[in-house]
């Protein structure tokens, strides 16, 4: 917010005294955030007719737009997002919300956001290992969407690195298609939505477990190369999947291991409390090959045994 968020409020003629800021990371995705927030604007005579514009990474987008949707029961967000997460994936679809101790998003709404501009040169002063957590998610629309994404992303990997705008342009222009293609079909999640949590139910597990020192998408990354072993364990995709899924991520740059302190047991535990879990049972969307996501017919959640869960995660060290 102080990098962006003040100097476009001076630009659009807004007083310094409408800007809310936060401490970076997401140990700000809180309940006591959201009411601090809120309690300043109503303090500050914030009224049903304001709008939030959530300037930052996916962490303000989430906080912001759950204080736009909850704030006098609900006022219009635009969403600025600055991270390249945020820009293909985070800012689109409208799911806000914070973490609790239980475990990541459990409280929040779907909150829409009535606008979202991204551009592209705030890029550059990216740390490069958050820009590259944003590669993951990329990454991630490309293997559920299909092999000419995958191609296109691989292919741009060098060019992306260097940051090349005519690159990030064809990127984010891509990535936001996609998001916006599976969020239409599926705003609240009860089916098609659930392919863009591939990586994920490994991944946020990890990211609790690291009390959210690592990175979400470092975490996406580790959880995506794991669940394909699952996938492949289980028959449900071919082996070669799993190399596929390794040499992309080398690719990009990503992380791929489980790191060596984090026991398995802890992990597997961890994704008890993640909200995909029904009925406390765990689901998993998994691939069954590039482009196609398991499980069609059944909503697109596959449940894996714990001990299928274990080694795979014990073979990813
Ligand atoms: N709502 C959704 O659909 C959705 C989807 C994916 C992820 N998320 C959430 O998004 C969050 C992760 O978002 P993120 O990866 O953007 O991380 P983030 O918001 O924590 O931002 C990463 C870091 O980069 C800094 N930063 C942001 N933009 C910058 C810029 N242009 N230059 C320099 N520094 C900048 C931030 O201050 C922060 O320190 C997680 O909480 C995750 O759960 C939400
Ligand atoms: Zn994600």
């Not at 102080?2 to 310094?16: D, F, H, K």
């Not at 009224?47 to 006098?72: E, I, K, P, Q, W």
């Not at 501009?117 to 991630?140: H, M, N, Y």
Request: some cysteine; aromatic content about 4%.
């Amino acid at each position: 917010m102080p990098l962006y968020g003040i100097p476009l409020a001076r630009r659009l003629g807004v007083p310094e005294t409408d800007c809310l800021t936060i401490v970076a990371g997401e140990s700000s995705k809180t309940r006591s955030e959201w009411a601090r927030l809120t309690d300043l604007m109503l303090e500050r005579g914030f009224g049903r007719d304001s709008v939030v514009v959530a300037v930052g990474g996916g962490v303000v987008g989430d906080l912001a737009g759950f204080v736009a949707a909850t704030y006098m029961r609900g006022v219009p967000v635009i969403q600025v997002p600055t991270t390249l997460l945020a820009m293909i994936d985070a800012s689109i679809g409208g799911k806000t919300g914070v973490d609790t101790d239980a475990g990541k998003n459990l409280v929040g709404a779907f909150h829409e956001p009535v606008l979202v501009l991204a551009d592209l040169p705030v890029l550059r002063t990216l740390p490069p290992a958050e820009f590259r957590a944003g590669l993951a998610e990329a990454l991630k629309h490309g293997l559920i969407t299909s092999t000419g994404e995958l191609d296109w992303l691989l292919a741009n990997a060098a060019a992306l690195a260097r940051l090349e705008l005519p690159a990030l342009r064809e990127l984010v222009r891509r990535h936001v298609a996609i998001k916006v293609r599976v969020v239409k079909r599926d705003m609240h999640e009860a089916g098609v939505r659930k392919t863009l949590n591939f990586g994920h139910t490994i991944g946020h597990a990890i990211e609790s477990v690291s009390n959210y020192a690592m990175l979400h998408g470092e975490c996406v990354a580790i959880g995506m190369l794991a669940e394909a072993r699952i996938a492949s364990a289980m028959r449900i995709a071919a082996p070669s999947l799993v190399d596929r899924v390794r040499a992309a991520l080398d690719a990009l740059g990503l992380p791929s291991s489980v790191p060596r302190q984090m026991a398995s047991d802890t992990i597997l535990a961890a994704t008890r409390t993640d909200k995909k879990a029904r009925a406390g049972a765990v689901e998993y969307a998994l691939l069954a090959d590039v482009g196609q996501i398991a499980a069609a017919d059944s909503g697109y959640g596959t449940s894996v045994p714990d001990s299928v869960v274990v080694d795979a995660l014990n073979a990813s060290r």
